[in-house]
């Protein structure tokens, strides 16, 4: 008998994941992917299962994969990937653990906690937001927040990178929007945290344009990374009935193929390199020209981190936010079904928690509640354990019918872990709600969230790491 009772979930056959590896590989040999990097399309053609597609309309920039160039690349890649705090302890293992959570990312707005008002993402937010996350214990990690808008584009990157890495020991991944700032970027966190390569505590983030483009700017971020000895998260953005099919099926086969050429390209780089792949399935509503996620994305999520465990490969995938004016119930609702469908199946990292208002603007009240979400979550996925041990029979002989199990040795010793103990949410009955001048929810968040907004200190070395960040960034003007 299994000795623990632990609910799973499991959306694809082992005939639909063949079906889907089949297709992708048929999509990758005839159709192909448009590379636009001259170093990547170099590094690819340079191999036996690359060559250029026949009457290519892009200029030569088209190529197709053979299927060993594919099995090739998925043997190559580590099924497991350890991942380090800045502090160089060992923080979590993508593809042997539960799925991990992460804050973020790229938002161009911050939402104030109190009045719900929007303003530009600055370097003060990304501060103070790293500090928040660095404060919620059931985040693993913190991805680029925002992009910060009160500096040049010419710095705003590196200003964003040092701000997370000076107010957060927690793992990063790392968005630049700048191709040029991208190296400059990893010089300063190796300057900052040397022996990056050795134990990474940052993973930069990566997204093609589908459908089956590997643009120049990713091409060359993948590489760079992975000449440098980093891991990286490599996720595709779709949008359904524009990007890829309207259906469930085109949507999630030429994502996953578009992963797999990916892959292709950092095996070739560096054969052995650690890859996070996975997919953002949005849909796109053609009245209102607005992406969104639809309750089939969840599913396409569950589908594709299936298809990575099939592969042996570490996933990373959606986060449940974007839907939602704030720390709504729309966004909550997303937030659940998100939440406990990856713990439920193999979702590996759900690296950008927090973003509203169409993934447009941070909510610091969303992070700090959903924060009470991935414990509810995490507890549920685990299960409980189902032996003679655990029934408690000794006490309930003694008591009889009518007793109680209040002073048992079992009782006792469980007492401090029965049951999830929210810190965001007081249970009050009907009586003290009253008494209490009947609280409302939203009102307890804003509070807590405020509050541990205002009370973060950052870490011990943040000064000494601003100094010599900004001294970095100052010898490249």
């Given at each position: 008998?299994?000795p623990?009772?632990k609910p799973?979930?499991?959306?694809?056959t082992e005939?639909?994941?063949?079906f889907?590896h089949?297709?992708?590989?048929?999509?990758?040999s005839?159709?192909?992917v448009?590379?636009?990097?001259?170093?990547?399309?170099?590094i690819?053609?340079?191999s036996?299962?690359v060559t250029?597609?026949e009457?290519s309309?892009?200029?030569?920039?088209?190529?197709?994969?053979?299927e060993?160039v594919v099995?090739?690349?998925l043997?190559m890649?580590?099924?497991v990937?350890?991942v380090?705090?800045?502090?160089g302890?060992?923080?979590f293992?993508l593809?042997?653990?539960?799925?991990?959570?992460g804050?973020?990312?790229?938002?161009?707005?911050y939402q104030?906690p109190?009045?719900?008002?929007?303003?530009?993402?600055s370097?003060?937010?990304m501060?103070?937001?790293?500090?928040?996350?660095?404060?919620?214990?059931n985040?693993?990690?913190?991805?680029?927040?925002?992009?910060?808008?009160?500096h040049?584009p010419?710095?705003?990157?590196?200003?964003?990178s040092?701000?997370?890495?000076?107010n957060?020991?927690?793992?990063?991944?790392l968005?630049?929007?700048?191709d040029?700032l991208?190296?400059?970027?990893?010089?300063?966190?190796?300057?900052?945290?040397?022996g990056?390569?050795?134990?990474?505590?940052?993973?930069?983030?990566?997204?093609?344009?589908?459908?089956?483009?590997?643009n120049?700017?990713?091409?060359?971020k993948?590489?760079?990374?992975?000449?440098?000895?980093?891991?990286?998260?490599?996720?595709?953005?779709?949008m359904?009935?524009?990007?890829t099919?309207?259906?469930?099926?085109?949507?999630?086969?030429?994502l996953?193929?578009?992963?797999?050429a990916?892959?292709?390209?950092?095996?070739?780089?560096?054969?052995?390199?650690?890859?996070?792949?996975?997919?953002?399935?949005?849909?796109?509503?053609m009245?209102t020209?607005?992406?969104?996620?639809?309750p089939?994305?969840?599913?396409?999520?569950?589908?594709?981190s299936?298809?990575?465990?099939?592969?042996?490969?570490?996933?990373?995938?959606?986060?449940?936010?974007?839907?939602g004016?704030g720390a709504?119930?729309?966004?909550?609702g997303?937030?659940?079904t998100n939440?406990?469908?990856?713990?439920?199946?193999?979702?590996?990292?759900?690296?950008?928690?927090?973003?509203?208002?169409?993934?447009?603007?941070?909510s610091p009240?969303?992070?700090?509640y959903?924060?009470?979400?991935?414990?509810?979550?995490?507890?549920?996925?685990?299960?409980?354990?189902?032996?003679?041990?655990?029934?408690d029979?000794?006490?309930l002989?003694?008591?009889?019918?009518g007793?109680?199990?209040l002073?048992?040795?079992?009782?006792?010793?469980?007492?401090?872990e029965?049951?999830?103990e929210?810190?965001l949410?007081?249970?009050l009955?009907?009586?003290?709600?009253?008494?209490?001048?009947r609280?409302?929810f939203?009102?307890?968040?804003?509070?807590?969230?405020r509050?541990?907004?205002?009370?973060?200190?950052?870490?011990e070395?943040?000064?000494?790491?601003?100094?010599?960040?900004?001294?970095?960034?100052?010898?490249?003007?």
């Open positions: 008998m299994n623990v009772v799973e979930l499991r959306v694809l005939e639909q994941v063949h889907v089949d297709r992708s590989k048929f999509i990758l005839r159709v192909g448009r590379v636009d990097s001259p170093r990547a399309l170099e690819l053609l340079a036996e299962g250029p597609a009457h309309p892009d200029g030569g920039r088209r190529v197709v994969f053979d060993a099995e090739w690349a043997g890649a580590p099924d990937v350890q380090y705090d800045r502090i302890d060992p923080a293992r593809g042997e653990d539960r799925t991990r959570f804050v973020g990312t790229t938002n161009l707005f104030d109190t009045t719900d008002e929007i303003s530009p993402f370097r003060r937010h501060a103070v937001s790293a500090r928040l996350a660095q404060s919620l214990p985040f693993d990690l913190v991805s680029t927040i925002g992009v910060v808008r009160d040049p010419e710095t705003a990157d590196l200003v964003a040092l701000e997370l890495i000076a957060t020991t927690k793992p990063l991944a968005l630049i929007s700048s040029d991208f190296g400059h970027a990893l010089d300063l966190a190796e300057r900052l945290r040397p990056l390569a050795e134990k990474p505590f940052l993973i930069p983030y990566l997204n093609p344009v589908t459908p089956l483009i590997i120049e700017g990713t091409a060359e993948l590489m760079t990374s992975v000449e440098r000895g980093l891991p990286v998260i490599y996720n595709t953005y779709g359904a009935g524009m990007s099919p309207i259906t469930g099926a085109g949507t999630l086969t030429l996953n193929a578009e992963l797999l990916g892959l292709v390209l950092g095996q070739l780089v560096r054969p052995g390199t650690p890859m996070i792949l996975g997919s953002l399935p949005a849909y796109f509503d009245k020209l607005q992406d969104f996620f639809d089939h994305s969840w599913l396409l999520n569950l589908a594709c299936e298809m990575m465990a099939h592969y042996r490969i570490p996933h990373s995938g959606t986060a449940g936010c974007g839907i004016w709504d119930l729309a966004a909550v997303q937030l659940w939440h406990i469908l990856s713990l439920l199946g193999k979702s590996g990292l759900a690296p950008a928690v927090g973003g509203v208002l169409g993934s447009k603007a941070f009240a969303l992070v700090v959903s924060n009470d979400v991935i414990g509810r979550a995490v507890r549920l996925s685990e299960g409980f354990p189902l032996s003679e041990d655990e029934l029979l000794d006490t002989a003694d008591q009889g019918p007793g109680n199990f002073t048992s040795d079992l009782t006792l010793n469980r007492i401090q029965a049951y999830f929210s810190q949410m007081p249970r009955g009907l009586e003290e709600w009253e008494d209490r001048d609280p409302r939203d009102d307890l968040l804003r509070k807590q969230t509050n541990l907004l205002e009370d973060q200190n950052p870490p070395d943040h000064e000494e790491l601003i100094s010599k960040g900004e001294a970095f960034i100052q010898g490249l003007a």
